[in-house]
Nanobody
Framework: QVQLVESGGGLVQPGGSLRLSCVAS????????MRWYRQTPGKERELVAH????????DYADSVKGRFTIFRDNAKNTLYLQMNSLTLEDTAVYYC???????WGQGTQVTVSA
């Protein structure tokens, strides 16, 4: 059974940093591309970052390029999202996703507020 468990969200001031984690189980983590999405109320889920199975090739949404870094530790079956220089617009629930398997985690709330 595929499971994705996100953690690391919280409340942070503008300009601050957070690191999200997503622990995967139930499939061969190292063989699949992974993604981070985010969603705010009333809006569609937005693709934030994508990392290939053959790490370290990654792509980012323009809105986070240069501030966020997606990376993975295949030995730990864990996906990460390092978020720096956070702005109010980064407030959202963040989800990890296995696009090929169409599985989602439960999400972790990130709130950027002064």
């Amino acid at each position: 059974q595929v499971q994705l468990v996100e953690s690391g969200g919280g409340l942070v001031q503008p300009g601050g940093s957070l690191r999200l984690s997503c622990v995967a189980s139930g499939y061969r983590f190292s063989m699949y591309d992974m993604r981070w999405y985010r969603q705010t109320p009333g809006k569609e889920r937005e693709l934030v970052a994508h990392i290939r199975a053959d790490y370290p090739i990654a792509d980012y949404a323009d809105s986070v390029k240069g501030r966020f870094t997606i990376f993975r530790d295949n030995a730990k079956n864990t996906l990460y999202l390092q978020m720096n220089s956070l702005t109010l617009e980064d407030t959202a629930v963040y989800y990890c996703n296995v696009p090929a398997l169409k599985y989602w985690g439960q999400g972790t709330q990130v709130t950027v507020s002064a």
